[in-house]
């Protein structure tokens, strides 16, 4: 017997009858929705983040801006032991 294939998200079986493929990926029909809003995804507007979770065109998007600004804040600390330098053009 084949190994059963197993739901990207849940890692439970996927029966024929139920899955759903994308990225490569199999899924549940009814996982494949977005992680923040729950709402089922179509595969044109899906997205999947870094971590393998999907999300709506909205909700990626603000994924998208916090992990930025996540970054820029790490950056920001980082920077904190260098003293700034103020170059004052005339
Ligand atoms: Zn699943
Ligand atoms: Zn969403």
Do not use: D, W
Request: glycine fraction near 2%; charged fraction near 30%.
């Amino acid at each position: 017997m084949p190994p059963a294939e197993k739901c990207a998200l849940c890692v439970k079986n996927v029966y024929r009858a139920e899955q759903f493929q994308c990225f490569g990926l199999l899924y549940h029909v009814n996982c494949f929705r977005c992680a923040e809003c729950k709402q089922a995804l179509r595969v044109e507007k899906a997205n999947r983040s870094k971590t393998g979770e999907l999300y709506c065109k909205v909700h990626f998007k603000l994924l998208e801006e916090r992990q930025k600004r996540k970054m820029e804040e790490e950056e920001n600390n980082n920077n904190c032991t260098i003293p700034a330098q103020i170059i004052i053009e005339p």
